[in-house]
T-cell receptor
Framework: DTGVSQDPRHKITKRGQNVTFRCDPISEHNRLYWYRQTLGQGPEFLTYFQNEAQLEKSRLLSDRFSAERPKGSFSTLEIQRTEQGDSAMYLC??????????FGSGTRLTVV | DQQVKQNSPSLSVQEGRISILNCDYTNSMFDYFLWYKKYPAEGPTFLISISSIKDKNEDGRFTVFLNKSAKHLSLHIVPSQPGDSAVYFCAALPGANNLFFGTGTRLTVIP
């Protein structure tokens, strides 16, 4: 068990391009979360999956964002038509219970 | 609306002394409070939590105190070690599944 794995670690993209990030949670964890962290701020909740079901979505998750967890294992977060305001660290976390997530190291997105 | 607030962006403490990190919240529906530690280029690491029905939880050098009437919690680290230098985030759960984080306090432990 190597913890929560996120790929890529860094992504630079041009404004208007689509990007996709992947998260592999700890294998026995049925809960998976996506958060976004901008400079000087704490992480902000984006969405939550229990197994393959997306149960909660934040208002931050605009229609340009979509997340999936097709077989209840890994998850992807796609951002369409990226904007400079999307530049942030995207963090994935997983857990068995509501308390005490394990976070991955994040994907740092830079939109130029 | 920042429901969890950490008003001190930074704190410096001598090695061996106590570090006290503070956090205030506004939402009385929070039922769990957590502290996370973050090193550069890594995700946050869970440190310690406390249920809203308790006022203290201790784990080794780390103790979290909760004052519900004041909507305030604090993390005490005793004794502080240079390896404790990191950004510390306070977070809270509102009975749902999404954590609300504060903006973090950067702790520097001076050898």
């Amino acid at each position: 068990d190597t913890g929560v794995s996120q790929d890529p670690r860094h992504k630079i993209t041009k404004r208007g391009q689509n990007v996709t990030f992947r998260c592999d949670p700890i294998s026995e964890h049925n809960r998976l979360y996506w958060y976004r962290q901008t400079l000087g701020q704490g992480p902000e909740f984006l969405t939550y999956f229990q197994n393959e079901a997306q149960l909660e979505k934040s208002r931050l998750l605009s229609d340009r964002f979509s997340a999936e967890r097709p077989k209840g294992s890994f998850s992807t977060l796609e951002i369409q038509r990226t904007e400079q305001g999307d530049s942030a660290m995207y963090l994935c976390a997983s857990s068995l219970a509501r308390v005490g997530y394990t976070f991955g190291s994040g994907t740092r997105l830079t939109v130029v | 609306d920042q429901q969890v607030k950490q008003n001190s962006p930074s704190l410096s403490v001598q090695e061996g002394r106590i570090s006290i990190l503070n956090c205030d919240y506004t939402n009385s529906m929070f039922d769990y409070f957590l502290w996370y530690k973050k090193y550069p280029a890594e995700g946050p690491t869970f440190l310690i939590s406390i249920s809203s029905i308790k006022d203290k939880n201790e784990d080794g050098r780390f103790t979290v105190f909760l004052n519900k009437s004041a909507k305030h919690l604090s993390l005490h680290i005793v004794p502080s070690q240079p390896g404790d230098s990191a950004v510390y985030f306070c977070a809270a759960l509102p009975g749902a599944n999404n954590l609300f984080f504060g903006t973090g306090t950067r702790l520097t432990v001076i050898p």
